[in-house]
């Protein structure tokens, strides 16, 4: 029986991929910024915010946009490579949120941008206590493609059949904190070859290599090819965001 990867080894395996990681991820629209400021109550422009995870540095960059302090914490080297590529005048440490290379109470905010399901709670919520300022807050989002788009779902259930159901990750909120959710609704409209890429460069067709890769992107690209005919694809996403002040 094949075993499965671990969470160490699916998150590690961005590293290689790091260049295609960051040339075709979708980035966030600025709604998600102006809710991560509501619910939080407090403004990014002048805080100091630490982005864990901060892989080739999409939020971060975007976050800086807004005006932040801002620092990233990435423990690959290959997405830290790149991260200094795309962001040299963006401060980089290296560590992850099990293990925050971080002052105590020194940060407004911790940000994970599709990031904190590679943690382990157990560890990470009481860095992320430790790390952050009274009344911080700690903000975590996903963004993914809606499923109540019928190709979106359709694709969706493709791959989960390609893989398999579940996996090792998990969403689930820390019952403390208290929590408080918002759901972002955006899209991007971009060329066949950029949507296939995005999805070559999630860790599951990372682990599973580029023959298997290949042969399910050539049977996806004649099925989008007759769903997009002049090549461009509307991705419509979901952004779920999570904050809690500590």
Known sequence: MTSTPSVR?????????????????PGYPGELFDAVEEL????????????????????TGLLRA??????????????????????????????????????????????????????????SLPE???VLRPGGALALWWNDMDPAVQWIAEQDERIRVLFGAGGPTSRTLPAEPAFTTR?????????????????????????????GTREFFDAERARLSALFPDGTVEERYVVTLAVAVV
Do not use: K
């Open 183 to 211: 759901e972002i609704r955006w899209s991007r409209r971009i060329p066949l070859d950029v949507h296939l890429a995005n999805h070559a460069s999630h860790s599951a067709f990372l682990m599973l290599g580029p023959a």
């Open 66 to 123: 807004r005006g932040a302090d801002v620092l990233a914490v990435e423990p690959g080297d290959g997405m830290a490579a790149e991260f200094r590529r795309a962001n040299p005048g963006i401060p980089l440490v290296r560590g992850d949120g099990d293990r925050l290379p971080l002052a105590a109470a020194g940060f407004d905010f911790l940000t994970y941008a599709q990031a904190w399901h590679w943690t382990d709670p157990a560890r």
């Open 40 to 59: 939080s109550g407090r403004r990014l422009r002048g805080a100091r915010v630490a982005d864990v995870g901060a892989g080739t540095g999409i939020a």
């Open 9 to 25: 080894t699916r998150a590690r395996s961005f590293d290689d991929a790091a260049a295609l990681y960051s040339a075709n991820r």
């Open 128 to 130: 992320a206590r430790r």
